[in-house]
Nanobody, 113 residues
């Protein structure tokens, strides 16, 4: 299983970013997917997850600002992030469980004030 995240970058507070994760090596349509993030000096935390049937859940800190979605045909999971604040600065990781937990390499999101 390989997870390749992309879409991170530098954005001004109030801006938006769309992260994408390309998955391979598994039956993507049958797998739940998730986005985690690790802010500087802090522990990794879940941001959002989406089941194989498309049900999504969000951390309270991003609820109403972020949307997780999946494109099973293209084996992609997206995280649309709006109204970004400096508190959203973190390395964002794609995650799935397929026999064991897999992590993508991570993509850095930096939000400047």
């Amino acid at each position: 299983v390989q997870l390749q995240a992309s879409g991170g970058g530098l954005v001004l507070a109030g801006g938006s970013l769309r992260l994408s994760c390309k998955a391979s090596g598994m039956n993507f349509g049958a797998a739940a997917m998730a986005w985690y993030r690790q802010p500087p000096g802090k522990q990794r935390e879940v941001v959002a997850n989406i089941t194989s049937s498309g049900t999504s859940n969000y951390a309270d800190s991003v609820k109403g600002r972020c949307t997780i979605s999946r494109d099973n045909a293209r084996r992609l999971v997206h995280l649309q992030m709006n109204s970004l604040s400096p508190d959203d600065t973190a390395v964002y990781y794609c995650n799935t469980y397929w026999g064991r937990t897999y992590w993508g390499r991570g993509t850095l999101v930096t939000v400047s004030s």
